[in-house]
């Protein structure tokens, strides 16, 4: 009910489309019954030669201005309805993506890509079949089955018509029957085309992966395999079609009997005039195509309702982070210091499995924190959580300048927090709009200036078309490490309070990675926090304190010489990379990318 009510706030939208459409529509309906009467009018007139050449003439005026009527009525529906539909379907498709990009990283987690992107194509257009050719339908074989008996009742012969509307009757009822065998084998189809597309898209982003492992040849077998089925599906769907055409013709025949052997009865005995005959005969023909329409309506409302449900399920979804009642709107910017407060954090759907417990810090402009630890220790879930991907179990666990995350604006928080994600992500367009990505100021000269600091300007200019160069999947492919400093440089376009590298350094070499972290001292001054995340010690030495993270727990907190006194988790790390470091430089030609880095 709902979800009619949802779909009922576009319609209502676009009732004079809809109204103008529907009347075009029935003046075609109208003006069509009438010119099987003309014809016969002209055939009784020969057939007792009382037809003069000037009645003729005028009959045939008549005719052809009725055709005309019917081609610019039919023009008009068509262009008022299906525009209708379009632009109904332009208007949800827009909602949907606003609503979505609204919805919490929860959602994401919890929905498969694939399934998301078919609400945008099969279900739309499942929408617009519903509100564009099944309303005319509908309407019109509605009004043309009332329009045509009433016409074969009143101006031939009742008797006749009953009689010879039976089969077409059969026709009818066998198509609700129909339309269900083909719902349940047209969804097959879907569902074996939609396996086949997810399988080319895995192949093809996959498809390092394939190579690497040699698996081309099993990749091809398994993908013969989904084609076959696809394949088979199809040929369900075009087998019932082609049973259900003679069958047609069959019934359609019956129908055309019946008339021909009784209305022939009729006509001899004078009951009926030939022309009202042959008249008769244009009515059963025109009356097939409403009669077919009934199932072809029952099977389109159906898919039409339910891609309408899947759609209305996107915006019945609400978004778990949002500005609330404490969110006290006079705050503009960050300032002041960060801290933790006890932050203990599990994930959503997961309650009993803390990845953070109880941690306690606090990072004062100016400071740099460092975090290190293990894969898997919950380094990445301190930037989710200060940027509210996710919210704190308990106001208070994350405070800066002294508010709660929640009491400062969400856009403001996000504005005022610079992060390089761990799967840092260029959009297909050029290197400059890339770095100057959520940035108010897009010029040249500050572009450039970021990716000096970011120490990736050399490799730009080196490029044929510098900062126009297209990256991701249309243009050039980066290296590792060129996207990490293009991310970071678009971190650093913003010049926010809180800077935020988690692993952004990993792909960079150690004596880039000096020179980006002295830039960074530099800008980021005495006004400023820091955030650095990283497997690698020398990436955060220098930091004025370093946590090291072991499953959660902070089990170490101080700076390089104080955990290095301490003998803990940080020493044995720092022992670890010493030997490594040794090693290469020992044996250069093993290992030139500089690959101990992962604790
Ligand atoms: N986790 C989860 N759901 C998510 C993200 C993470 O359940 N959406 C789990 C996986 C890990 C734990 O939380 O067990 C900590 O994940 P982090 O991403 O915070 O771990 P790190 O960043 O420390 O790991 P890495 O060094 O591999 O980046
Ligand atoms: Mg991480």
């Known amino acids: ?64 201005g009725m055709g005309a009527i019917i081609a610019v009525g039919r023009f008009c529906w068509r262009f008022f309805i299906f525009g209708a539909a379009r ?50 339908t509908a309407f019109d074989a509605t009004v043309m089955m009332i329009l045509v008996l009433t016409q074969m009742i009143t101006t031939v012969d009742p008797r006749l018509t009953g009689v010879s509307i039976i089969p077409l009757l059969v026709i009818a009822v066998g198509d609700v029957f129909y339309g269900r065998m083909m719902h349940k084998r047209f969804r097959e189809k879907q569902a074996a085309f939609s396996t086949l597309t997810d ?40 087998r019932l079609q082609a049973l259900m055409m003679p069958l047609m013709d069959i019934i359609i025949g019956c129908s055309s009997l019946l008339t021909l052997l009784y209305g022939g009865y009729l006509a001899i005995h004078g009951e009926i005039t030939v022309g009202q005959f042959v008249a008769f005969n244009s009515y059963i023909g025109m009356l097939v195509w409403p009669m077919m329409a009934v199932g072809e309506c029952i099977t389109s409302i159906s898919q039409g309702t339910a891609s309408l449900g899947r759609i209305f399920g996107i915006f019945k979804e609400q978004p ?79 405070t800066i300048g002294g508010r709660d995350v929640r009491e400062i604006p969400l856009s403001v928080l996000r504005e005022g927090i610079a992060c390089v994600p761990q799967d840092n992500f260029l959009f297909s367009d050029t290197l400059q709009n890339n770095i100057a990505f959520g940035s108010a100021d897009k010029s040249l000269e500050s ?84 955030i650095i995340i990283a497997h690698r010690i020398s990436t955060i030495q220098d930091a004025d304190h370093i946590m090291v993270l072991d499953d959660g727990d902070m089990v170490e907190y101080g700076t390089h010489d104080e955990l290095i006194a301490n003998a803990g988790l940080y020493k044995s790390l720092f022992d670890k990379q010493q030997l490594e470091k040794q090693l290469r430089e020992e044996h250069p030609d093993q290992d030139a990318e500089g690959g101990a880095a992962h604790v």
């Open 199 to 238: 399988q080319v898209q895995e192949t093809i982003s996959g498809i390092r992966v394939i190579k690497a492992f040699v698996q081309e040849r099993k990749e091809l077998y398994a993908f013969a395999k989904t084609t076959e089925a696809t394949k088979e599906k199809n040929l369900n769907v075009v």
């Open 447 to 530: 572009v450039i200036h970021a990716a000096e600091l970011a120490c990736i300007h050399d490799n730009i200019a080196a490029f044929p078309e510098q900062y126009q160069t297209v990256v991701g999947e249309r243009g050039v492919t980066l290296s590792g490490g060129q996207k990490q400093r293009s991310s970071i440089a678009r971190a650093l376009m913003k010049d926010a309070p809180i800077l935020i590298l988690d692993d952004a350094l990993s792909a960079v070499d150690t004596d880039t990675e000096r020179n980006i972290l002295d830039n960074l001292r530099t800008i980021r001054g005495n006004d400023r926090i820091t």
């Open 320 to 398: 778990d982070i949002v500005d609330s009642a404490v969110t006290d709107h006079s705050i503009t910017a960050l300032s002041g210091e960060v801290r933790m407060n006890r932050l203990t954090f599990a994930y959503p759907g997961q309650p009993d499995v803390p990845v953070l417990r109880d941690i306690s810090v606090t990072i004062r402009p100016g400071e740099t924190l460092a975090v290190i630890g293990r894969t898997g220790a919950g380094k990445t879930t301190i930037p989710s959580l200060l940027t509210r991907l996710y919210d704190t179990p308990e106001p208070g666990m994350i």
């Open 87 to 136: 632009s109904i379907e332009k208007e949800i498709r827009q909602d949907m993506y606003g609503h979505l990009s609204t919805l919490s990283m929860r959602y994401f987690n919890q929905h498969k890509t694939g399934d998301l992107m078919a609400h945008f194509t099969n279900d739309l257009m499942a929408v617009r079949q519903l509100l564009g050719m099944t309303v005319i």
């Open 1 to 64: 009910m709902k979800t009619l009510k949802f779909a009922g706030r576009y319609v209502l939208r676009h009732w004079w489309q809809y109204l103008l459409g529907i009347l075009a529509l029935y003046l075609v309906d109208q003006v069509n019954v009438y010119v099987p009467e003309y014809t016969g009018n002209i055939i009784d007139g020969l057939t007792e030669q009382t037809l003069t050449l000037e009645g003729a003439l005028n009959i045939v005026w008549m005719i052809l």
